[in-house]
């Protein structure tokens, strides 16, 4: 048997390094020396395995004046810094809490974190009543006591281990027991939000990978040893709530390179989409077609506040302010025109509410800071609320320019913040405007991100060796906090994923992705019309009916290599993802034969060129994972005022399964008229047995970004 191995290599010191990478705190840049394939005997001789490890260290060190000249280096590439992205969700998604007779099915099914560490202590991660680890775990628990439910802990900094696993953030609490906390009734924040907090498995096992350290910031060479370690450990799912405002070349992307390495081994790792949603678009990150890229979208509870005006005209917004209300306050732009803290210093802005206009951000530090001021309300996207530390609450640009004309007009203005409250949102699931969209920069022919899974005001488990918000002088510690993000989206589909496995071991990677996505819930609805796939990709996750999808779309490592070849990546660029010099693509460089289109992705998505005819063929596999004998029909359905300028063929529209024959392929001709630049017309496609509907989103769009960007 051979394995791979990424060997890191943290040591470089580089003193030239390209201007735009971020050097680490000492100056130093930290590269990314990946060996490729190390064969190792057996995969169960570890100990022979670390001294090859070593032996190749020691051979690097000695040669790393010339380190592009070492033989046996498929890779080197700077270590970027990556960021944390930063319940009611599983009852809006339909999934019932795990029956008891459940939790020893979920107890084979081990998810590795890879995030901030974990707060052990939390309820959340009780074991009681939990076996010990299956016996073909192979992971460690460095300086941290593990139980039955968090069986393994990690740390890596700057390619050190053994530092505490324990969560300074709060993050890593937070996406780890929304994937498999246990059920804690009676839960809140300070009484906001209350009810039972559980994740998707909370009979799962948790192995946790600390990578991300106080300020957010994960190294790539610690991500890359940590997925190393985590397929080597023997985890199902490894669940990445680490992202970038803009995506990477999978060859330089250690969450892409990672994942492929992770997909080979059967495990399927969940990814967050990317919180650069106020930018322009093609911000979306973790695109590879081998992993899952989750954007961030409502649930059905929203927590508002609420500022009451003198002349009574109320103004609802969003916040986490569950400080006593403010009463009849005096409204007072500030001086300098600014919230900054050094413009406030020095202002009189003793018992007011304090105006803060967009271009300050959102935080309220400035506010805070000067101790003095009763509240403030500031210009933001208020589908979030964010915990302020200050009696204070965001509300959208044109109710503070409300606010500012009753100021103007007034002789007086005053008015009152009350506490937050929570209401009923009936047109969730809505997309947050934070979560990063489409289109996919680096293949623009893959759909990304693949569907949609609540990141907006989620309540979970949180580390009290941090302080609720970044800003100074708030020292608040909670063990429940809300937080929203797509990774807070993330480890909802992490957590899916997770009971998907426990139904089906033998699933491969790309098997979960497809069930995950052919079933999710359309967003493409009237309340979300001035939203498109690019933004939310399938739909929203739907776990119950991802246990079940009917049939499923697989692909192996071979055709993720296919797909790469047909991209036109040459046996240099391929090595890097794949760890190995050995896959190539056609020698005469024809992968020309094939297109990006041909990978049996459970989604379909063409760039096409403004105002040009296009015809995009997608020939698809399916393999039925239901009843035997089933037979399923198709349909088209096409999103409102996309029918005219799309036409969308299946050939054959009938597809009858066997017990010998579980798969049957077809496919799908996709053509029209291409509507003009920055524009998406799209419809789904949709097999039926009468039981199951496998949707397909097919989507077309005319670029309008600049690619330049990457
Ligand atoms: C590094 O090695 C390469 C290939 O072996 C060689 O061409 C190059 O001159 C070397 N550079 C230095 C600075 O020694
Ligand atoms: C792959 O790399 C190894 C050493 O790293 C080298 O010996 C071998 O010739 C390479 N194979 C190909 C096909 O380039
Ligand atoms: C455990 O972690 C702490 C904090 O990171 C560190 O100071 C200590 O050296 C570690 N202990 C061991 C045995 O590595
Ligand atoms: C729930 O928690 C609140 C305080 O957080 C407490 O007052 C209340 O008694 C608790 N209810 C139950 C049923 O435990
Ligand atoms: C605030 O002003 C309103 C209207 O003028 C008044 O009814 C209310 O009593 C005032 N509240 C406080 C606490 O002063
Ligand atoms: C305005 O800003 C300047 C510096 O930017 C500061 O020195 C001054 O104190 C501020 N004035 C008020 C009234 O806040
Ligand atoms: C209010 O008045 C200020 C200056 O007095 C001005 O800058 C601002 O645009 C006015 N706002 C509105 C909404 O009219
Ligand atoms: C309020 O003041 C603004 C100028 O800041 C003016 O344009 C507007 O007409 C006034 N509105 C009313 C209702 O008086
Ligand atoms: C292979 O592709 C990489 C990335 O696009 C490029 O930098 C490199 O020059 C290419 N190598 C060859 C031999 O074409
Ligand atoms: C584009 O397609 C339309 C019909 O959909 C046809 O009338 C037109 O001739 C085509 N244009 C070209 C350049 O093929």
Not at 49 to 75: C, K
Not at 165 to 171: A, I, Q, T, V
Not at 246 to 273: C, K, N, W
Not at 275 to 285: E, I, K, Q, S, T
Request: charged share 15%; net charge negative.
């Amino acid at each position: 048997m051979s394995s791979f191995r990424t060997v890191l290599l943290l040591l470089l010191v580089l003193f030239a390094a390209p201007a735009v990478l971020n050097a680490s705190e000492d100056g130093r840049q930290v590269y990314i020396v990946y060996l490729g394939d190390l064969p190792i005997a057996d995969s169960s001789e570890s100990k022979g395995f670390s001294a090859a490890v070593e032996v190749s260290h020691q051979d690097l060190l000695a040669q790393l004046n010339n380190i592009s000249g070492v033989e046996g280096i498929v890779s080197i590439f700077p270590s970027r810094t990556r960021e944390l992205l930063t319940t009611r969700s599983w009852d809006f998604l339909g999934l019932p809490q795990t029956p008891q007779e459940e939790l020893p099915l979920q107890g084979d099914v081990i998810v590795g974190m890879l995030d901030s560490g974990v707060w052990p202590d939390s309820p959340s991660f009780s074991d009681d009543g939990m076996s010990p680890p299956p016996g073909r775990w192979k992971g460690a628990c460095q300086n941290f006591t593990c139980n039955n439910k968090i069986i393994g802990a990690r740390a890596y900094h700057h390619g050190a281990t053994g530092m505490s696993p324990l969560d300074e953030h709060g993050h890593g609490s937070h996406t780890a027991s929304t994937v498999a906390g246990r059920a804690v009734d009676n839960v809140s924040f300070d009484g906001l939000a209350a009810g039972t907090a559980r994740g998707a498995v909370p009979g799962a096992r948790l192995a946790v990978y600390k990578v991300c350290w106080l300020r957010g910031s994960c190294g790539d060479a610690d991500i890359l040893a940590a997925f190393d370690d985590a397929i080597a450990d023997g985890v199902d799912v490894i669940s990445f709530s680490i992202g970038s405002v803009l995506p990477f070349q999978y060859f330089e992307d250690a969450a892409a390179i990672g994942s492929f390495h992770a997909m080979r081994r059967g495990v399927v790792t969940s990814a967050g989409a990317g919180n650069a949603g106020g930018l322009d678009g093609g911000n979306v990150c973790n695109v590879a077609p081998w992993m899952l890229s989750v954007a961030a979208s409502s649930i059905d509870r929203r927590l508002v506040d609420k500022i009451v005006l003198g002349n009574g005209n109320t103004i609802v917004g969003a916040s986490i302010n569950t400080f006593p209300p403010v009463q009849n306050a005096t409204l007072a732009l500030p001086v300098n025109g600014s919230c900054d803290p050094d413009d406030l210093a020095g202002g009189s802005y003793k018992g007011k509410i304090v105006l803060c206009p967009a271009q300050d951000g959102n935080s309220g530090i400035g506010p805070r800071l000067t101790g003095v001021v009763a509240g403030a309300v500031l210009v933001g996207e208020p589908d979030v609320a964010y915990a302020l530390p200050l009696p204070a609450l965001v509300v959208s640009q044109d109710h503070f320019d409300e606010i500012l004309t009753y100021v103007n007009n007034t002789s007086n203005p005053v008015g009152t913040i009350g506490s937050t409250e929570t209401t009923t949102d009936p047109e969730a699931p809505k997309p947050a405007s934070f979560s990063s969209p489409g289109p996919n920069l680096i293949t623009p022919g893959i759909l990304k991100p693949d569907l949609s899974a609540p990141g907006i005001d989620i309540i979970a488990s949180w580390s009290p060796l941090t302080p609720l918000t970044t800003n100074p002088k708030d020292d608040r510690k909670v063990l429940y906090n809300i937080d929203s993000g797509t990774s807070m989206a993330c480890p909802h589909a992490s957590g899916a994923a997770a009971y998907v496995k426990s139904f089906h071991r033998d699933w491969s990677p790309a098997m979960i992705m497809s069930a995950l996505i052919t079933t999710a819930t359309p967003m493409n609805t009237p309340s979300n019309s001035g939203s498109n796939e690019l933004k939310y990709g399938a739909g929203q996750l739907n776990p119950e009916k991802a246990r079940d999808p009917g049939l499923v779309y697989d692909a192996s490592e071979r055709d993720y290599i296919a797909m790469l070849c047909a991209q036109g990546y040459n046996a240099t660029a391929l090595a890097l993802i794949t760890g190995s010099n050995a896959t190539a693509c056609a020698a005469d460089g024809s992968s020309a034969a094939g297109s990006v289109g041909d990978l049996n992705y459970p989604t379909m998505a063409a760039r096409v060129e403004p105002g040009k005819n296009f015809t995009v063929g997608f020939p698809r596999t399916v393999t039925n994972v239901g009843d035997a004998g089933a037979v399923y029909n198709v349909k088209v359905v096409f999103t409102v005022g996309s029918a005219d300028s799309l036409a969308v063929a299946i050939s054959p529209s009938r597809l009858e399964f066997s017990e010998q024959n579980p798969k049957a392929s077809f496919t799908v001709t996709v053509a029209g008229v291409a509507p003009g630049a920055g524009h998406v017309v799209s419809a789904a496609v949709v097999w039926s047995d009468g039981e199951h509907e496998v949707r397909s989103p097919v989507v077309v769009y005319t670029p309008d970004v600049e690619e330049s960007r990457v």
